[in-house]
């Protein structure tokens, strides 16, 4: 039943490793988004991608790439993981078609600790 | 760049009173949406309500409902008869319309704080 999942729920690593959190979709969205949660509860918009194109913000470190096996999944990894780092991760997803528009649903978030 | 602004960090009102939350944002498009994301404890993000930009009627939905004004790009969420289940962060976020992969640009947040 869950729309959309992502594992794991919680992830705890040292400094300098490197991660991938994973994000499933069941809805049959067409695009699919990763958001940063920090400790003062800002969300930040981080990727959004779909089969057309990917966009990055800006301000999203290179050491962060998502990658998409296909429609239904986007994963985030995370190189040389740095104490900034931590923070909850949101994996989201949508239908994208002309102008309409869809809701976004949310997964129930990854909170990382980088110790 | 869009942005949103909410200018109370924290709020409370007493259970069964009414309260409203501010949201402001700044964006050079004519027509987007607005939205009103709710996040309890469980930290799981909930859609609470939505306003295109081109309706001029306020969005409404059970208790929830909209102050849009376009003009003065506010977006203000009244919540009514409140309910110890509606404490949580609000946040009030926008997004370009049309198709395409944009994400949603979020406000800080407000806590609401309900008043047994």
């Known amino acids: 039943d869950t729309a959309v999942s992502q594992t794991p729920k919680y992830l705890v690593t040292q400094m300098g490793n490197d991660k991938s959190i994973k994000c499933e979709q069941n809805?049959?969205?067409?695009?699919m988004y990763w958001y940063k949660q920090d400790s003062k509860k800002f969300l930040k918009i981080m990727f959004s991608?779909?089969?057309?194109?990917?966009?990055i913000n800006e301000t999203v470190p290179n050491r962060f790439s998502p990658k998409s096996p296909d429609k239904a999944h986007l994963n985030l990894h995370i190189n040389s993981l740095e104490l900034g780092d931590s923070a909850v991760y949101f994996c989201a997803s949508s239908l994208s078609r002309g102008f309409t528009y869809n809701e976004q649903f949310f997964g129930p978030g990854t909170r990382l600790t980088v110790l | 760049a869009q942005t949103v602004t909410q200018s109370q960090p924290e709020m409370s009102v007493q259970e069964a009173e009414t309260v409203t939350l501010s949201c402001t944002y700044d964006?050079?498009?004519?027509?987007?949406?607005l939205f009103w994301y709710k996040q309890p404890p469980s930290r799981q993000m909930i859609l609470v309500i939505r306003?295109?930009?081109?309706?001029?009627q306020n969005a409404t939905e059970n208790r929830f409902s909209v102050n849009f004004q376009k003009a003065a790009k506010s977006f203000s969420l009244k919540i009514s008869d409140s309910q110890l289940g509606d404490a949580a962060m609000y946040f009030c976020?926008?997004?370009?319309?049309?198709?395409?992969?944009?994400?949603?640009?979020f406000g800080k947040g407000t806590h609401l704080i309900i008043q047994p």
């Open positions: 964006t050079s498009e004519s027509d987007y949406y």
């Open positions: 991608y779909n089969n057309k194109e990917l966009i």
């Open positions: 976020a926008y997004r370009n319309s049309g198709g395409g992969a944009d994400g949603l640009t």
């Open positions: 809805l049959g969205h067409d695009t």
């Open positions: 306003q295109e930009a081109y309706k001029q």
